[in-house]
Each structure stands twice: as C-alpha cells, then as structure tokens.
C-alpha cells in the first residue's frame, strides 16, 4: 500500500471513531446522561416538529419497526417520547418527541453544527467549499459501495461469493 | 406551560394588530417565560437586555425558551437564526418575522 494510501485509510476510520467517541463523552458528561447515543440519534430521527410513524422512523433508522418498538419503549419511560393514536387513522400509531424530547434533539444538533463549524473556520472560503466538495465526493463513494451490500439478499450472496472465492484459491 | 394558549389565539384573532402592538405582546409572553425560568423581577428586563451576559441564560435554558416560544408561535426557530440572537429585542424580533412571514 502507498504511504498515501494507509493514511487516507487510517485517517477514516478514526475519524468515524473519534466522532462517535466525542459524541458519546460529550452526551454522558451534559445534561441528558441518561441517553445512550442510539437513544438521541433515535429522538434525531422522530425530529423536534411533526409527530411520525413507526414505520418511517424505522426507515430513517435503517432497523426493523420491531426494534425500533423495544427503542420507544424505553424513550417513553424515560420522558423523552410520547405515542399518540392517530386522530384520523386509529390504527396508526404516531411517536413525537416530549419537551425534553425536542430539547435534547436540538442540544445535539447544535453539538454538530459547532463541530462542523469548527473545522471550517480555519479555511477561507474558497478551501471551505473545497473541502466539502471533496469530503461530498468521499461520501458518495463509501455510499456507493454500501448499495452493493444493501438487501439481506445481497449482503448473503456477496458473503457466498466471497467465501467461494477464498476456498477456491485455498 | 397552560396558560400560553392564548397568546397565539389573540395572534390569529387580531391579525390587524400593528406591528409595535404585536412586538408588545410577544414582549410579554418573553419576560413571563423568563421570569419563570430564571426567577427574576420583569423589570430586570428590558428590550436592550443581553440574554446571554446580563441573564447568564445558558445554552439549555436558551432551547428551553426556544422550544417553548416554537409552541406557543407555531413556528421555527433554526440554529442560524438564534446564533444571531443578543439581546431579548433581538429574540421578539425573530419571533415577530417568523411569526408573520409566509409559510414556506
């Protein structure tokens, strides 16, 4: 691998895991400690305005409405959702976030904001826009790759192929 | 915060109400839910009052405000609006504006 190589490699996997790191000491050591950070990516996902359903929040999340369910379950105990019946549908179940709900939701988002903020202020305007359009670029890449893996299908096949590659170079 | 009701009701009823008049009452509602929050005389607060530094209002009780103030107007109160924000004439008028403005 060419010097350049290993260092952008390294450089994205430590980014995803410091940011994620950063997040969770930032969560545990403010005001809603008690929130795990699946827990406020969840309360991101319902969003501090409309009320939404299980099944777009579901969707949003990228995990099944079933454990999504056992998510709201433990959000509702802990004050930060409410379900509602539909006033129209009353089949529908509706979630939305509490005062402290929409509170934490927006404490987060400014936690991103700053972030982002920080990082670009030392560039001038010019490499500002720059350097999103080659993170952008990074993005759709890895976004790109992971659509060959989406389905459980394919994430089966793709595991079948490269299992019967490896066993017929053995 | 039951009693907040009648703040958007007197809005939407009075829509001929001037702009200085409308100022007023948003004004009102402003100073009780900061008298509430930071137990404070109203008369501590004024219209050049700096939220942050004469209030020492903290980042929590700024949302608080703000997640209030969005229930009560119908409205939203984006982070880019807000960093803009000084002093409590300042978050009357960004009430104001989003309160008046079409909705998108």
């Known amino acids: 691998m060419r010097a350049e190589e290993a260092q952008l490699s390294e450089l994205l996997v430590r980014i995803y895991e410091n940011v994620l790191l950063t997040e969770e000491q930032a969560l545990s050591k403010g005001y809603f400690s008690d929130l795990s950070n699946a827990e406020m990516h969840t309360l991101d996902a319902i969003g ?8 777009e929040t579901a969707t949003d999340l990228g995990i099944t409405t079933g454990t999504l ?47 982002a903020k920080r990082i ?28 060959r893996y989406s389905g459980s299908d394919s994430i089966r096949k793709t595991a079948k192929k490269v299992a019967e590659e490896g066993r017929r170079r053995e | 915060m039951g009693d907040n009701g009648d703040p958007r ?53 700024l949302y ?13 109160m984006p982070d880019e609006d807000l960093d803009a924000v000084k002093t409590v004439g300042d978050v009357v008028d960004l009430v104001f504006r989003l309160s008046t403005q079409p909705e998108k």
């Open chain 1, 48 to 55: 501090p305005y409309e009320a939404r359903t299980m099944t």
């Open chain 1, 69 to 115: 369910t056992v998510a709201i379950d433990r959000l509702v105990k802990k004050g930060y959702v409410v379900r509602k019946r539909d006033e129209a549908d009353r089949r529908i179940v509706r979630i939305s976030l509490t005062k402290n709900g929409k509170l934490a939701c927006r404490i987060h988002t400014k936690f991103h904001t700053v972030l």
């Open chain 1, 120 to 147: 670009l202020e030392p560039y001038s305007p010019e490499d500002q826009e720059k350097l999103i359009k080659m993170v952008s670029e990074i993005d759709d890449y890895i976004a790109s790759q992971l659509k």
């Open chain 2, 9 to 61: 009701e007197r809005m939407n009823d009075d829509v001929s109400l001037d702009e200085p008049k409308m100022k007023d009452l948003i004004l009102d509602d402003l100073i009780k839910m900061l008298t509430d929050m930071l137990e404070i005389s109203p008369t501590d607060i004024r219209p050049d009052t700096m939220i942050f530094e004469e209030l020492d209002l903290d980042s929590l009780q």
């Open chain 2, 64 to 76: 608080e405000l703000v997640v209030d103030l969005e229930e009560v107007y119908s409205i939203r």
